[in-house]
């Protein structure tokens, strides 16, 4: 089984905002409610920002959205700021027993 | 306050074994959806196998590259989840991390370990 496909980069300037893609298959992303987008700085532990596609865990700022079409999942993050710089993974479930990854999108705040 | 602790990184030479520990409190543990993912260094994340709560089965799904050679267990008396690996490979090299995931009424809720260093090399 691949990993998801993400872009690299994506940059955006403050108060913009940037949109990351994901993109699968009809076995994974495009078959799965269990889409997840992770937030990760430099020497940290990953922070989960979105789960089950658009739901956010508490205490998330209603800026990042998640959305899916077809084979695709994306990440919206509105209005950014200097502190969401930073790795951005997806990743979506298998058939519920196998976890994907997607190779991770570095967000660069201009 | 919520707090998962890992632990049990090493240098271990090819073929070597190790157990990493992860250790939680703060919230109902034997609920938890217990997750080991690793990140080799300036990779991305790799899921690498999960163990459900008792209540849902217990039961343990593995990633490919570590089925056969990693084992996941847990021990809700004494809110630890571990990590036992045989076989190792220098490929294995990376920080581990566990992951729980629980419920916290209709939201989930979702909690990483700080994350233990694994080095493989003769």
């Known amino acids: 089984q691949s990993a998801l496909t993400q872009p690299p980069s994506a940059s955006g300037s403050p108060g913009q905002s940037v949109t990351i893609s994901c993109t699968g298959t009809?076995?994974?992303?495009?078959?799965?409610?269990?889409i997840s987008w992770y937030q990760q700085h430099p020497g940290k532990a990953p922070k989960l920002l979105i789960y089950?596609?658009?739901k956010r865990p508490s205490g998330v700022p209603d800026r990042f959205s998640g959305s899916r079409s077809d084979n695709t999942a994306s990440l919206t993050v509105s209005g950014l700021q200097a502190e969401d710089e930073a790795n951005y993974f997806c990743?979506?479930?298998?058939?519920?027993?196998?976890?994907?990854f997607g190779g991770g999108t570095k967000l660069t705040v201009l | 306050e919520v707090q998962v602790v890992v632990s049990g990184g090493d240098l271990v030479k090819p073929g070597g074994s190790l157990r990493l520990s992860c250790a939680a409190s703060?919230?109902?543990?034997?609920?938890?959806?217990m997750t080991w993912v690793r990140q080799a260094p300036g990779k991305g994340l790799e899921w690498l196998g999960r163990?459900?709560?008792?209540?849902?089965?217990?039961?343990?799904d593995y990633a490919p590259p570590v089925k056969g050679r990693f084992t996941i267990s847990r021990e809700d008396s004494k809110n630890m989840v571990f990590l036992d690996m045989t076989g190792l490979k220098t490929e294995d090299t990376a920080i581990y991390y566990c992951?729980?995931?629980?419920?916290?009424?209709?939201?989930?809720?979702?909690?990483w370990g700080q994350g233990t260093l694994v080095t493989v090399s003769s």
């Open positions: 992951n729980i995931g629980v419920w916290c009424g209709n939201l989930l809720c979702d909690y």
């Open positions: 009809s076995s994974d992303v495009g078959g799965s409610i269990h």
């Open positions: 703060g919230f109902t543990f034997s609920n938890g959806w």
């Open positions: 163990i459900k709560p008792n209540a849902d089965g217990g039961t343990i």
């Open positions: 089950q596609v658009n």
């Open positions: 990743s979506s479930y298998v058939d519920d027993n196998l976890k994907l």
